[in-house]
């Protein structure tokens, strides 16, 4: 008994030892995340928590809770060089308890969507062209 106690310790010692060198060791370019507090009247309601992954893709997950209802929310966005959406997806759970799922991607030319009501598929102009068309109407 006392040798797999000294074996479980070391394997504690072992574990807690690597988990520090990992962590001091991580990159400085690994993801950020924030997090925001959700408050109602009676208090904390939820949290809602968004993390830059990398350059141009960030994600969200949303909890969120009153009255007997929840939401729950997983989000994720991805943008290209000049800050314009390629890809949009999010899954989870409505107020009421309806399933959420739904995504948007663009590429070369084409943009395809999906969510539990319809499907589709178009030709289309890269994302946002259509902002500096109407900036310049004004």
């Not at 929310?73 to 009421?96: H, T």
Request: net charge positive; proline share 2%.
């Amino acid at each position: 008994m006392k040798q797999y106690t000294r074996r479980s310790c070391t394997t504690r010692h072992l574990l807690a030892a690597t988990t520090f060198l990992s962590v001091l060791y991580l990159p400085s370019s690994l993801a950020e995340t924030i997090v925001n507090n959700i408050y109602s009247e009676k208090g904390l309601a939820g949290t809602m928590s968004q993390t830059q992954v990398d350059k141009n893709t960030y994600t969200s997950e949303s909890r969120f809770g009153w009255n007997n209802r929840r939401i729950i929310l997983d989000e994720m966005l991805k943008l290209d060089d000049k800050g314009r959406v390629l890809a949009f997806e999010i899954e989870g759970q409505s107020a009421f308890g309806a399933k959420i799922s739904e995504s948007y991607t663009w590429e070369n030319g084409h943009a395809k969507w999906r969510n539990d009501d319809e499907q589709g598929s178009s030709k289309a102009t890269p994302p946002n062209s259509m902002c500096r068309k109407i900036a310049r109407w004004r």
